[in-house]
């Protein structure tokens, strides 16, 4: 396990609490462990600093894990991100704060969580956004959403995972993109006669 993360027998030797000590430390808020994607107790340094009481750094900035599928169909996706992102955030010694998940098309930017989650970068709360592939968060955009983050210091860490990022996926969303503009095009069709006369009067002045 990485040095900066502890087991629950490792912090408990460390710190000179019993592992029942912890146990309610956890179940009472005092000092709440981390979970695996397993569901397994974990504890980081900075928690380590706490139990001894060293002085804490400043206000620290949540970091946020991020899943979305397009459908309720593939709801055993968002585990295999949830998944991913956990065996990454443990290997680079960090602990994810908050869980986010949305099922909605990546075309869509009224999903509810990935909403709440600007709101937070933008009151700057969140320090990091971590998620299994660009397209997890938005399909088209994704520079000026990283923009943005930055701008409010919230770094952007996509693990680039090609496997959660289903090509069906990509199927649905250009399909939406044709529809909306070939309801465009016919929406348009009913003002033929009346763009031709503009074009028309405007040749005869």
């Known amino acids: 396990m990485d040095k900066n993360i502890y087991s629950v027998g490792e ?3 460390l710190v000179g609490k019993h592992t029942r000590t912890l146990q309610r430390w956890d179940k009472d808020g005092i000092l709440v462990a981390h979970r695996s994607a397993t569901n397994r107790r974990y504890y980081t340094h900075d928690q ?5 009481g ?5 206000a620290h900035k949540k970091i946020v894990g991020y899943t979305r599928v397009s459908g309720s169909d593939q ?3 968002l585990e295999s991100q949830k998944s991913a992102l956990s065996q990454f955030v443990i290997a680079n010694g960090l602990a994810v704060d908050e869980w986010y998940s949305d099922i909605g098309s990546g075309l869509n930017y009224k999903r509810k969580n ?7 970068v933008e009151r700057g709360e969140v320090g990091k956004i971590i998620m299994a592939h660009k397209d997890r968060w938005v399909r088209f955009g994704y520079e000026w959403f990283e923009e943005f983050c930055q701008r409010h210091d919230c770094a952007i860490v996509v693990i680039n995972v090609e496997s ?3 090509e069906q996926e990509v199927v649905k969303d250009l399909l939406t993109i044709l529809h909306c503009f070939s309801s465009r095009l016919y929406g348009l069709r009913r003002y033929k006669k009346e763009v031709k006369a ?5 040749e005869n002045d």
């Open 11 to 13: 912090f408990s030797k």
């Open 48 to 52: 380590y600093n706490l139990a001894l």
């Open 54 to 58: 060293v002085t804490p750094e400043p």
């Open 75 to 77: 709801k055993n996706d």
């Open 114 to 120: 990935f909403n709440l989650i600007l709101a937070s």
């Open 164 to 166: 959660l990022s289903p």
């Open 198 to 202: 503009i074009l028309e009067a405007n």
